[in-house]
């Protein structure tokens, strides 16, 4: 199939997106973040042993905002996407998450992987994201080793203090059900 310059363009344009996605969270730049998505995003995480649900910006960037916070040191990698255009201003993604998230307040390491499902909707010539949803494919979770050493830490410096953060458990049921 040959794919037209602005097809091109706008796989482009949605790679991009994503990648802005990763890298606001993992720095905490909420600024960045508050421009990804449509103001009616819709949100499912389903995890080994959680899973988040919630919808509109607001909602969104407050999820973000207390899940990455100073006492977090996080690492997403977004690879592989299939992207594919559904309209002339709307498109889905599939892509493999590779991630890494330190808990340092409770001294846990989870990694894994996940397959992540978004819609996408271009509005005003931008696109952001409509939807996003993960499922977990690996989920590690082990307690932190007592001689690790965290060299760097960004969010130590740009993520939420304790004093700053708000309850976010109304978003997430916890447990394998």
Known sequence: ????????????DIRTLKHRYFRGIDTADLPLLATLFTDDISVEYRG????????????MMDFLA??????TAPMHHGHMPEIT??????????WYLEDIFINLDDQLHTSGSAIYRDKYRRE????????TEYDRLVEVVQPLDSKLQITAH???NTGRKPH??????????WGNG
């Open 1 to 12: 199939m040959a794919y037209s310059l602005q097809e091109l363009s706008d796989f482009e």
């Open 66 to 71: 207390n899940s990455f916070h100073s006492g």
């Open 85 to 94: 255009l559904t309209g002339a201003d709307e498109a889905e993604g599939i």
């Open 154 to 156: 960004w969010l130590a």
């Open 164 to 173: 700053e953060r708000t309850d976010i458990g109304h978003f997430i049921q």
């Open 124 to 131: 005003d010539g931008v696109w952001r994201i409509a939807r």
């Open 48 to 59: 080994g042993g959680y899973k988040v649900k919630l919808a509109g910006r607001d909602n």
